[in-house]
């Protein structure tokens, strides 16, 4: 009679899981295709890791040449992105700046114009 049971199809085998440097490497890249810079500073909360380690890895990953960095002009903060991609970002982060100006004034003369 257990001849004619069928598996059990939910079973399936676990994937290893993936080293904190690969999850860190995943979302500088994934942010780098959305057209976002990731702050070096915002890593050890998303990860839950020490800031000592973050740096071990960003060093590692700079080295590794998949990743690029660059500065905040305001904060002199560490900004990372996908290597090659340092002014494609840039230039988006420009144009979003614009548009959030833009919109801003665009609400201040309606704001004004019906007072």
Do not use: A
Not at 35 to 55: A, C, H, M, N
């Amino acid at each position: 009679m257990s001849f004619n049971k069928k598996p059990f199809r939910k079973f399936k085998k676990r994937e290893k899981p993936i080293p904190i440097e690969g999850k860190i490497t995943n979302f500088v890249l994934r942010n780098s295709k959305n057209g976002y810079y990731t702050k070096v500073s915002t890593l050890p909360q998303k990860f839950e890791i020490p800031e000592d380690r973050v740096w071990q890895i960003v060093g590692e990953l700079l080295d590794e040449g998949k990743i690029e960095s660059t500065h905040d002009e305001k904060s002199g903060e560490m900004k990372l992105c996908e290597f090659g991609k340092t002014y494609v970002i840039l230039n988006l982060d420009r144009q979003r700046k614009r548009q959030k100006i833009k919109e801003s004034k665009e609400n201040k003369k309606l704001v004004s114009s019906k007072n």
